[in-house]
């Protein structure tokens, strides 16, 4: 089972200000990731495919980036609307499909 | 619109049995492989069991290996977890998600699950 571990588990930044939130599998997954985002009572949104592919209707303001072990999801510039817990999942070897622990995003 | 809506949870007792669905429209059901999700209170999200468009394909974590079955229905559009003994640790929102290329595309609102005596 390949292991997807996040970092950090809490960032606080600022409005306005960019966030880079961090994802590493195990082992290789190529460009298999994607980046979700979750607010709270809310289902699930898919933020990011195929580590970099922005998925319908996202803003350009999110951006992912990197292959094999280690990928990057960044937020240029927060708003309000952005707080919230980001997970990774690889899809690569599956199953299972296996999600991060999370990086809470917080106001600070 | 893409939609899918999760029903049939609720309040269960410890060995108990629930069967959840997940009702589909919006996109051709039958072309999509299709996954439960799981979140138990202020927890992450772990991800339960999939099936394939026809159903010939079919996994599930190890967690529940053995206590539930995934099916579908393409004519009713509609997708079914049966969980059988179940455990205090399997108390969480249940999602239904649609898969695309392994990424999950499409997300239900979730069915909440709780074991408890």
């Known amino acids: 089972e390949i292991v997807m571990t996040q970092s950090p588990a809490t960032l606080s930044v600022s409005p306005g200000e960019g966030a880079t939130l961090s994802c590493r599998a195990s082992?290789?997954?190529?460009?298999?990731l994607a980046w979700y985002q979750q607010k709270p009572g809310q289902a699930p949104r898919l933020l990011i495919y195929?580590?970099?592919t922005r998925a319908t209707g996202i803003p350009a303001r999110f951006s992912g980036s990197g292959s094999g072990t280690e990928f990057t999801l960044t937020i240029s510039s927060l708003q309000s609307e952005d707080f919230a817990v980001y997970y990774c999942q690889q899809y690569n070897n599956r199953p299972p499909w296996t999600f991060g622990q999370g990086t809470k995003v917080e106001i600070k | 619109e893409v939609q899918l809506v999760e029903s049939g949870g609720g309040l269960v007792k410890p060995g108990g049995s629930l069967r959840l669905s997940c009702a589909a429209s919006g996109f051709t059901f039958s072309s999509f492989s299709l996954n439960w999700v799981r979140q138990a209170p202020g927890k992450g999200l772990e991800w339960v069991s999939s099936i394939s468009t026809s159903g010939n394909y079919i996994y599930y974590a190890d967690s529940l290996k053995g206590r539930c079955t995934i099916s579908r229905d393409n004519a009713r559009n509609s997708l079914y977890l049966e969980m059988n003994s179940l455990r205090a640790e399997d108390t969480a929102v249940y999602y239904c998600a649609r898969e695309r290329y392994g990424d999950l595309d499409y997300w239900g609102q979730g069915t909440l699950v709780t074991v408890s005596s």
């Open positions: 082992q290789s997954i190529s460009s298999n």
């Open positions: 195929s580590a970099s």
